[in-house]
Each structure stands twice: as C-alpha cells, then as structure tokens.
C-alpha cells in the first residue's frame, strides 16, 4: 500500500474550510481526513498552511484548437499539440478537462469535421500518457448536415465524453443581428466576403432537418452515458426545448431569463471564468459574476484560458458574498455532477485524490503542486522574496 499523509494545510471541503487541517492518502485514493494516527514512515508533506483543493474539472474548453492551429492554416501534428495543451492544464491545476472540438464543417473551429474527429481521437490516444484526465466535449453545429455521422462514429468508439448542440444562426443565441455573425466569423476564423456569404447560405438550407438530427444525437449520447449540453441558450422556450430532447446543462445562458428557466428545470449553468477576470462577456451577454450573485450559476469553466479558472475562483470571495468552499464547488463537485462523474470532485473519504496546492506570489493566486490519484504530476517553486 502507497500512503501520503498531507498535513498542515488549509482544507476545503464541500461544506467548510478547514485550518491546519491533514489529509492520508491510500492508492490513490483519500483515506482520511484529519486522521487520528498514521504510519511512522509514511511519506509526509507539509502544506505550511498553504490551501488544499479538490483539482478542477473543467467542462469546457477550447484553447486546444489553437493548440493544434496557433495561426490560420499552420497545423502542429495532433499528439504534440494535445501534450502542450496537456501540460497547460496541469500547470492551471485542472485534473479533469474536456477539450471542446466545434464540429461545423468549416464554419466554426478548424477546418472539416473529419479533422475534428481526428483531434478528439488523439486526445483519446494521449489519454494514458497524460498528467491529467483528458476527455472530449464535442460541440456540434446542428445546421451541419455532415457531422451527425462523424460524430455517432465517435460515440461508438468512446471518442466523446461531453456533447454540447450550437445553433449559431445570426437573430438568437449570442449573435443578435447578421452583422455580429459576420463579424465573429471574420474576427476569430479569417473568413473572407465570399465565405461568409456561403456559409450563411449553407446554413439557411440546413436548418431543415436540425431538430431530428439533434434528437439523433442526444438518443446516441444517452445510450453512451454521455452528458449533454444546450449552447448559447437566450430564451425560456429554447431551455424547455433543449431540456426536452434530454439536455442536462445550459452553457453559457444569454441572458437571466435563460439561466433562471435552466435552473428552474435542473440543468446545470456553466459560465466562463475569463468573463470574471474580465469584468464582461466578449460578445455583450450576461456577466458570469452576476450569474454568481443571482445563484443561477452551478459551474465555472476555462472557456479559452485554462489558467484564468483558479484566478477567479479565489477571487470570488472578495468581490461577492459567497464563501470559499461554494467557489470552489463551482470548478469541482458541481462539474462532477453535471458530467456524471461520481468518483472526484471534492475532499472526502473514498474519492480520488485529485488535489491541488495553492500558492500566492506577489498576492496572484497561482497552482504550485498537483496531484492526480494521488501521484504529484506538476510542482512548481514560487520565490517569495
């Protein structure tokens, strides 16, 4: 049996924090808290009252895609690109991520849906090999008519982990007018006049039939064990529809009425970390920090910056009313629940000890030890002057 006996630290737990606080570890595995007697050769480690925290689990995020294509058309092979994006997330202390690959067949994210399919089987492929739990959250176009038969491959090969359904067509969701969607699109994706007038024309004559190839999906998924999220919900009617189809989890509500309907009918709500940091949302949409204060956000996700997620969480105790423990629920057990993950997600006897260690040079809260099952994967030495 392999023991780690973690003592002198500042605990957080589900419910409370505890000071000066001790942690035994068995196989991976957490054995006790504040334990009344350990082995005398046990491998100890003083945390010198630095904060213990289950490690994050992140729903979405999407900073592999530029990973793979740090700029337009300049592609790093797929293995070298999950290992950096791998590491990143290690180091921003996340042990659980669901990379979030847009399949949209050229309109969104990198450039076909079989190339996406390529990303999300390379990540299963590193899965082994990673310092941290590395999954798939495909997030679909559902005005694209060639995904659905990609992405059911990828469900029978266990290629996909999360499923989240985007509409992204211009009047909803998080483009209000046709000229905020080609704005985006040239913005973030290099599209050309000419492209943007054939993706939207694409688009327009693909919405016939969106609805059954949702309904497709989602049944597939289900069967899987995969949880599924609505994307860039704006309205009451699109909560209760996509909540219909057997949707779990609202990403990114547009706005309250979205994110109160969402949590009225027990889906969870994930908002971005980076919009705490930044103070708003990059498209004009409900800031996550008012979500937090309204009580209609369940989850905090890195988005597109991975070390933007503990930043925040420590944060949010000073610029709201909530307590550590319920922001740090926001990037652990409350994730571990909407992805039906049962055996992480927070301080307690019998889960993984996924943990992470929280340093603050120069007053910036910063990861300096992570732990997975109980094995350090990342540690890094902050001078403190």
Sequence with gaps: MT????????????????????????????????????????DTIDLAGRVLMPGMIDLHCDALEKEVEPRPGVHFPLDFAVAQADKRNATAGITTVYHAIAFANDELGLRSNEFAANIARAVHAWAPHGLVDNRVHCRYEITDEGGLPVLLDLLKNDDMHLLSLMDHTPGQGQFKDMAAYRSYLTRSYKKT??????????????????????????????????SVASHDDDNRQRIETMNSLGAVISE???????????????MS??????????????????????AIEANVADCLCADYAPAALIVAVMKLPTLTDISLSDAVRLVTLNPAKAAGLIDRGEIAVGKRADLIMIDTPAGLPQVSRVWLKGQT?????????
């Design 252 to 266: 990114f509500p547009i706005n309250m009425e979205a994110a109160l309907a969402a949590r009225e009918l027990g």
């Design 269 to 290: 709500t994930v908002f971005g970390a980076p919009n705490i940091l930044r103070g708003q949302s990059q498209s004009g949409s409900m800031k996550a920090l008012d």
């Design 377 to 385: 994967v990342y540690q890094g030495q902050y001078n403190h002057g």
């Design 3 to 42: 023991q780690q006996y973690l003592t002198n630290a500042q605990i957080v737990l589900a419910d409370q924090v505890l000071e000066q606080a001790s942690l035994l570890i068995e196989d991976g595995i957490i054995a006790a808290i504040n334990p009344e007697s350990v082995a005398d050769n046990v």
């Design 193 to 226: 006049e000419a492209e943007l007038d054939t993706i939207l024309a694409k688009k327009l004559n693909a919405a016939t039939g969106a609805f059954d190839r949702a309904k497709t999906l989602i049944k597939a998924a289900h069967a899987q064990g995969v």
